[in-house]
């Protein structure tokens, strides 16, 4: 018998897809981020954010070392001021007005600012919090949280900043923060944004004009291709399929890469190189072409340069092999099969734990990291494609 009554699918609704025009609030932080990216020798999607970072004063790099970590490398920072910047705002395109609205920022918002971030970066890895503290709800503090207080120096720890202890007292000062933040901004934008921001304008104006409707039944993923001429990693493609709003945007910098980020929308920025306009023939019925290459994640390809030099010193290579094949083991066993003095291992597995070729378990055996491996090699292939 058949019932009366429909039963309905679970569906999730479709998401909301759409492009926006470019602006500092994004290609600002972002700079940052690679910058900071750069300073700890992870690979870079162009070679002159690389330059940039090695042409900026030693002082400097000093000075900003504390921001840098509080900032998530400057995520934090781009996610404030997508949320934070009037949509009307002229900072959106002109660097001297963003300054002005950041210098502006009351010491209890910056103190806000700092616990954010501090937070963001305590939290990272972990499960998601319901609800999800979001950059669009800064709560000014008159004083520093106890959070910061405390969380303060092992962030700085954590980002291999020397003396945490002390240096931590310079996120509880808000004028220290922000004069920081600003000189290295300023850096950024001497350096290479002015310049950056100023030729691709109009390639990126022309790339929101001419994107066109999401067409019927338009995943998220494919929407990323669509107007980026780029086709996201799965990892990028499973958080974008995920979103419930979907905003592509164009900024400066980032070569094939795509950088993908998440607070209540999720934003993927991609630089125009002309590809777009190609995919976007193929999903109109042309036959497609090499020039719908992968996009590969500013995250992932950061983390090549160090892989690949933890991998490139023989008894490195050598030790990784040996605990792919074998298993984990402790320091001892790794010293009698390579026949090496135990210190010689121990510098090496040193290295490669900093690069997550292999981690240390609580036996303090030796555990090789197939995933980073697989990751790695995957990354090179994208490269090819």
């Given amino acids: 018998m058949t019932s009366p009554i429909p039963v309905l699918a679970d569906a999730r609704p479709a998401p909301v897809l759409r492009v926006a025009e470019p602006t500092l609030a994004a290609a600002m932080p972002t700079a940052m981020l690679l910058v900071d990216y750069a300073l700890a020798w992870k690979s870079m999607p162009t070679p002159e954010l690389q330059a940039l970072a090695g042409q900026l004063p030693d002082s400097l790099v000093e000075e900003s070392w504390p921001v840098r970590a509080a900032m998530a490398h400057g995520s934090v920072l781009r996610g404030v001021l997508l949320h934070q910047l009037p949509a009307d705002h002229p900072g959106n395109t002109d660097w001297l007005a963003l300054r002005r609205w950041l210098a502006a920022l009351s010491d209890d918002f910056v103190r806000g600012l700092v616990d954010f971030g501090i937070d963001s970066v305590m939290r990272y890895g972990q499960p998601a919090r319901d609800p999800e503290p979001t950059a669009a709800l800064i709560t000014p503090l008159t004083e520093p949280s106890p959070a910061t207080c405390r969380d303060a120096a092992e962030v700085l720890r954590h980002w291999n900043v020397p ?30 944004l002015d310049r950056a921001w100023h030729d691709s304008l ?15 039944g338009c995943g998220a993923a494919q929407w990323i291709s669509l107007t980026t001429g780029l086709r996201p990693d799965d990892q990028y493609a499973a958080a974008a399929d995920a979103a419930t709003e979907l905003v592509v945007m164009p900024s400066p910098g980032l070569g094939r890469s795509l950088s993908l980020f998440a607070d209540q929308s999720t934003w993927v920025l991609f630089t125009p190189n002309g590809s777009a306009a190609r995919a976007r023939g193929t999903a109109a019925g042309a036959s497609p072409d090499t020039a719908q290459r992968s996009g590969i994640s500013v995250g992932r390809l950061a983390q090549l340069a160090p892989a690949m030099h933890a991998l490139g010193d023989r008894t490195r290579l ?14 001892q066993q790794l010293a009698d099969a390579l026949e090496v003095h135990q210190s010689t291992i121990s510098r090496q597995v040193t290295m490669l734990r900093r690069a997550g070729m292999v981690s240390l378990r609580d036996d303090r055996r030796v555990e090789v990291q197939r995933d980073t491996i697989r990751q790695t090699c995957q990354t090179l292939l994208t490269a090819l494609d």
């Fill in 202 to 216: 109009p390639a990126m104006h022309a790339a929101v004009a001419a994107t066109p409707a999401p067409p019927p």
């Fill in 163 to 192: 003396d945490p202890e002390e240096r931590a007292d310079e996120l509880l000062d808000p004028g220290t923060f922000r004069s920081a933040l600003l000189n290295l901004l300023d850096a950024i934008w001497a350096g290479w």
């Fill in 318 to 331: 050598t030790i990784a092999l040996h605990l792919l094949e074998n298993g984990p083991l402790t320091m």
